[in-house]
């Protein structure tokens, strides 16, 4: 056993059990959850064969505050398959906002937010009903999310496939009061060259958005192309065709302006 304590709260932690609080012995706390200044505890609680999102509030004895949720724990069901948390912030009106993944059978995960109000039911005005997903490949995984001072919620961590094979990168989300996703518009471009690294001009360059909305544009007399107006936080395909020569497609994930998204013919 280890022993947290602060000046308002002691918690007791049983370590050989995924941190297993003690006041509820299906509850899981996930490490850098606990919030002692206003003696709330992030995980997860099991619900039947999945785990849900959990919130428990303490009283200053370290026991469960029972005016607090459902005899002292607030829960969420996102997703069909369970929700995994990571993070926990305490916005200055007193609701609660818990972060972390939905988890899809088969299918992978996607960035999970829901929020409390302060005596731990549901917020309601707070995306569908409460909670809110986001999607872009097959893992979403959510490290961590701060307020900014203006209110909105920023949520950071990765997006990737399912095989090993195909690579992560880096996701930003920021969200408004109302969790309106806050996308801010960029700019992509680059260059389309020869094999040989001359410019190839008239070229015609396609990207397209997840919905499959397509836009074109045609390279200059350097080679040089590039859109405008690009919505971040979404996954984009971006390819080129020409008389002569082949080139291979990308796909992108865009979080802020590309200025290098380059391509190289083939013969």
């Not at 200055?92 to 906002?97: A, T, W």
């Not at 731990?120 to 809110?132: E, H, K, P, R, Y």
């Not at 999310?145 to 496939?161: E, I």
């Not at 094979?165 to 969200?175: E, F, I």
């Amino acid at each position: 056993m280890r022993v947290y304590s602060s000046d308002t709260v002691k918690i007791r932690v049983n370590l050989s059990s995924r941190g297993q609080f003690i006041a509820a012995t299906q509850f899981s706390l996930r490490p850098g959850e606990l919030r002692y200044d206003n003696r709330l505890v992030g995980g997860e609680i099991r619900n039947a064969t999945q785990n849900d999102f959990a919130i428990a509030r303490l009283l200053s004895n370290g026991t469960v505050d029972s005016t607090f949720g459902a005899n002292g724990i607030a829960t969420a069901n996102i997703s069909n398959s369970g929700e995994e948390s990571r993070s926990l912030i305490l916005q200055p009106d007193g609701k609660i906002v818990l972060g972390g993944e939905a988890v899809y059978s088969g299918r992978g995960y996607d960035f999970a937010l829901a929020r409390y109000q302060s005596n731990g039911a549901l917020d309601m005005t707070f995306g569908n009903a409460g909670q809110v997903t986001m999607g872009i490949f097959a893992h979403e995984v959510l490290h961590g999310m701060t307020l900014q001072p203006d209110g909105k919620l920023v949520a950071v961590g990765f997006s990737g496939g399912i095989s090993s094979s195909t690579l992560a990168g880096a996701v930003v989300a920021r969200y408004e009061t109302g969790l309106q996703l806050v996308t801010t518009p960029v700019t992509v471009g680059g260059r389309v060259s020869t094999p040989t690294g001359l410019g190839l001009r008239n070229a015609v360059v396609a990207i397209t958005d997840s919905q499959g909305v397509r836009r074109t544009a045609t390279t200059s007399s350097f080679g040089v192309y590039s859109f405008d107006n690009v919505q971040t936080g979404g996954t984009y395909i971006i390819g080129v065709s020409s008389k002569r020569y082949r080139f291979a497609s990308r796909n992108l994930l865009v979080n802020d302006n590309l200025t290098n998204v380059d391509f190289v013919g083939l013969e």
